[in-house]
């Protein structure tokens, strides 16, 4: 369930005294994606579905209003993927993946009934695998790792064989520069957060009646402390841990 950025428009509206609504807003929406980024609060857990064979890149199963700011983990049938960067994925498979290892996707339909190849969106579906030509899975096998290549789509390496693989991911969201709301719970951790984060860039707007740079200091740091006590919050979650010091020279 969403909560609107609206929630919390009265709150800040009454430390800026003229400010265009649409501005407080826009700087409201702004804070909850800096906070959301600094503390990792708004945590999801992508529906589980199938890998397709012979397909590499998917986009992110998420909500509308969010883009995938940290991927936690994912998991193939139990086991997990290796999370890399970029650079670490090319290096780790330098003979990289292609859609269907480059075959034709025309080739993978029937002719129509006039002699000429019709390519549907049912070639991505499973249930299209026995129409699928074995060229189009040589050297392919489990993936064992996964990577970010655009913000909204991720690829899985190596290209998935015909085997049943069953992807798991957990995911950080931030709001979309566009939303007017995210998921309650995660606002109501960052609320605060997300106040002081908008009163820090409201006062620092130049040639504005409400302008202050002593005020924007200060909710900046307010910003800072609470988004860094609710990531450290949300890395314990509600265990309570203990500090140990080791000695690095000692002998176990």
């Known amino acids: ?4 950025f609206t929630a919390v428009i009265t709150r800040v509206q009454m430390s800026v005294q003229g400010c265009p609504y649409p501005t407080v807003l826009e700087q409201v929406c702004e804070a909850a994606r ?6 990792l609060m708004w945590r999801y857990e992508v529906p589980k579905y199938l890998l397709t064979p012979g397909v590499h890149e998917y986009y992110y199963q998420k909500p509308a209003n969010a883009d995938v700011h940290v ?16 650079e670490q994925a090319i290096a780790h498979f330098p003979a990289w993946a292609d859609l ?13 009934v006039v002699g000429q190849s019709n390519f549907g969106e049912d070639q991505y579906n499973p249930s299209a695998l026995a129409e699928i030509p074995p060229e189009a899975l040589e050297g392919t096998s489990t993936p064992t790792a ?62 504005t009646t409400w ?37 690095p020279y000692s002998v176990w």
């Open 100 to 112: 269907y290892n480059g075959t034709d996707p025309w080739a993978l339909t029937e002719p129509t």
């Open 34 to 39: 800096r906070a959301c980024e600094k503390t």
């Open 146 to 207: 996964i990577t970010q290549i655009t913000p909204d789509k991720f690829i899985v390496l190596p290209l998935p064989n015909a085997d049943e693989h069953l992807l798991r991911m957990w995911v950080a969201l931030k709001p979309k520069r566009t939303a007017t709301g995210m998921e309650e719970v995660a606002f109501q951790e960052l609320e605060d957060a997300i106040m002081h984060g908008a009163l820090e860039m409201l006062f620092a707007l130049p040639n």
């Open 1 to 4: 369930m969403d909560r609107p």
């Open 71 to 86: 991927v936690f983990g994912a998991t193939v049938n139990g086991s997990p993927l290796q999370v890399l960067t970029l």
């Open 211 to 247: 302008g202050d740079k002593e005020m924007a200091s200060y909710h900046a740091k307010k910003f800072l402390y609470a988004t860094t006590e609710r990531r450290a919050r949300a890395n314990l979650g509600n265990a309570r841990g203990a500090l140990i010091a080791h000695n």
